[in-house]
């Protein structure tokens, strides 16, 4: 790396050469803000809402998830955006009533529950005496909906338990990720977005080389 007066200097008959005009080469990017945890779990253990457009879609590829990875004891998902309808629990109550299923915002700052995960997470009106209806949205009956913001939202997605080798998993596939866009170095803005356990997962692939 350097000028391209130093590089011609290191040239010898050995030297392949390739000309990329008068184009930057760099070795390698560093991304200053990343969280690459959690976005690893997303691409690998998450429903990926992104091809969604309506409430309806997101339903539905939440449907064939669940149907096609049976099992599981909660189904998170990600990537949705809000559409001109506000979601509710009872759409997601279709696919399952007894599954929790949690579904999060493309920005990370909402999520749409449907009542196992409710329960599982234990919302109920009393969350309305610390939060206003922009974060914990109710009906026109002033019932709990399942679609909250910002606070109460990032904090059930804290809750959300990954096992070690979930979250060692998770940074594996967002390295490969990583390196496919030509980031060699980066800054985790949020390593404990999981809690511990996602400390750990960087110090257990660290040691392991």
Same mark, same amino acid.
């Given at each position: #790396?350097?000028?391209?007066?130093?590089?011609?200097? /290191?040239?010898?008959?050995?030297?392949?050469?390739?000309?990329?005009?008068? %184009?930057?080469?760099?070795?390698?990017?560093? $991304?200053?803000?990343?969280?690459?945890?959690?976005?690893?779990?997303?691409?690998?253990?998450?429903?990926? *809402?992104?091809?969604?457009?309506?409430? +309806?879609?997101?339903?539905?590829?939440?449907?064939?998830?669940?149907?096609? %990875?049976?099992?599981?004891?909660?189904?998170?998902?990600?990537?949705?955006?809000?559409?001109?309808?506000?979601?509710? #629990?009872?759409? /997601?109550?279709?696919?399952?009533?007894?599954?929790?299923?949690?579904?999060?915002?493309?920005?990370?700052?909402?999520?749409?529950? %449907?009542?196992?995960?409710?329960?599982?997470?234990?919302?109920? $009106?009393?969350?309305?005496?610390?939060?206003?209806?922009? +974060?914990?949205?109710?009906? !026109?009956?002033?019932?709990?909906?399942?679609?909250?913001?910002? !606070?109460?939202?990032?904090?059930?997605?804290?809750?959300?338990?990954?096992?070690? $080798? +979930? /979250?060692?998993?998770? *940074?594996?596939?967002?390295? +490969?990720?990583?390196?496919?866009?030509?980031?060699?170095?980066?800054?985790?803005?949020?390593?404990?977005?999981?809690?511990?356990?996602?400390?750990?997962?960087?110090?257990? /692939?660290?040691?392991?080389?």
């Amino acid at each position: #790396a350097g000028s391209k007066r130093v590089a011609l200097q /290191l040239i010898d008959e050995n030297t392949e050469i390739l000309d990329f005009g008068d %184009n930057f080469i760099y070795p390698g990017f560093m $991304e200053g803000h990343a969280h690459g945890l959690p976005a690893g779990n997303i691409k690998g253990f998450s429903i990926d *809402l992104s091809e969604g457009k309506t409430l +309806e879609d997101y339903v539905e590829i939440t449907r064939k998830y669940v149907e096609d %990875n049976p099992g599981r004891k909660i189904y998170t998902g990600n990537s949705w955006k809000l559409d001109n309808e506000e979601p509710t #629990a009872s759409m /997601l109550d279709e696919i399952s009533r007894d599954i929790p299923i949690a579904l999060t915002t493309q920005d990370g700052h909402s999520i749409w529950l %449907n009542t196992a995960a409710m329960e599982h997470f234990g919302i109920d $009106e009393k969350l309305l005496e610390t939060y206003s209806t922009n +974060e914990v949205h109710v009906d !026109e009956e002033g019932k709990l909906t399942g679609y909250l913001s910002e !606070e109460p939202a990032i904090a059930i997605n804290s809750k959300i338990v990954k096992s070690d $080798e +979930e /979250l060692r998993e998770s *940074l594996l596939i967002w390295q +490969e990720y990583a390196f496919s866009q030509g980031i060699t170095a980066a800054l985790d803005a949020h390593v404990a977005y999981f809690g511990y356990p996602s400390i750990k997962a960087y110090a257990d /692939l660290s040691k392991a080389g």
